[in-house]
């Protein structure tokens, strides 16, 4: 198993090699999927994939922080991030994959 960051064109890339649709084609479809999650995801609503995970918006309140070279106390202001929940079938394949690696 490498380090390797799958990208846009990745996506792409397989969808035209599994799917059998166009570059073209494969390219607009994994661009409508990544718009359409992430227009769910700017409306605060959750996006579950099934077998997969779901990316949720959580709001965090405004604390207290520390500069951590300096020591002082800094506010941080309150924000929305974005958390990924892997699913239960995910989690088992992804530790099935690393035993399996172990045992080779």
Aim: aromatic share 4%; hydrophobic share 35%; proline share 4%.
């Amino acid at each position: 198993m490498g380090n390797r960051t799958i990208t846009r064109a990745d996506l792409c890339e397989a969808v035209y090699q599994k799917v059998g649709l166009s570059r073209t084609e494969s390219s607009e479809l994994v661009e409508r999927v990544l718009s359409e999650i992430s227009e769910c995801l700017l409306t605060g609503e959750s996006v579950k994939l099934s077998s997969f995970g779901s990316f949720v918006v959580r709001s965090k309140g405004e604390r207290i922080g520390r500069n951590p070279k300096t020591g002082e106390e800094v506010p941080i202001s309150p924000r929305r991030v974005m958390v990924f929940k892997p699913s239960n079938v995910l989690k088992q394949r992804i530790n099935e994959a690393l035993t399996g690696a172990e045992n080779a």
